[in-house]
């Protein structure tokens, strides 16, 4: 069974992590997620509903789904030879993603990310920061010299969307097809026959 880490940082955009657990929860793959406090706070007050109580939704509806503590370092998936296949961070915040860039592994989150990097695994971060100054960008920059994939919340208009989930379905359509699920969650261009 494929294993995936998903974790949620205290970035605005919480809506990006919860629809794409809900996309992940009926496939065939074991989640861990991870919520730095910031991002259980923020996720509270953007979905309405504590992360707490959302898992325990989660949990009720899908048993292969596991609440990791963002302070337990013995987790499993803080060591390499629990061969998670891919983690995604969504929405990251520029925060994480120094640490990150930086080797700082203070939590869980920055040392599991930490261990896909040095296992040459799969690391997607969603930035949702806008502007970005020139030390969120070198940080970025750096990261994705080392191998991970920066998928800015940033989305298409070709698909003529019609509401605010269809922005939100074509960002966590790119970050399933990046952690190489197969989805439908957005229309992909077919080209322009009009042109």
Known sequence: MKKLIIAVT??????????LV????????????????????????????????????????????????????????????????????IPCSMSTAAEIANGITK??????ADVMLKENRKLLLVPRETPMSTIHLKN????????????????????HPETMMDLV???????LDSLGVQNDCYKRWEGNSEA
């Open 22 to 89: 809900d996309c992940l929860l009926p496939k065939e793959i074991e989640l861990h997620i991870i919520a730095t406090e910031h991002g259980s706070q923020v996720f509270e007050y953007e979905m309405g509903i504590s992360l707490k109580k959302q898992m325990e939704e989660w949990q009720r509806n899908n048993g292969h789904i596991i609440w990791e503590d963002n302070e337990n370092l013995f987790s499993p998936v803080a060591s390499g030879s629990y061969q998670c296949d891919a983690m995604a961070v």
């Open 169 to 175: 379905d074509f960002v966590v359509g790119k970050t």
């Open 10 to 19: 205290g970035a605005s955009g919480s809506v990006y992590f919860k629809r």
């Open 140 to 159: 970025l920059y750096e990261l994705s010299r080392l191998g991970v994939t920066v998928l800015p919340a940033m989305p298409g208009f070709y698909s």
């Open 107 to 112: 939590s869980l989150l920055t040392r599991a």
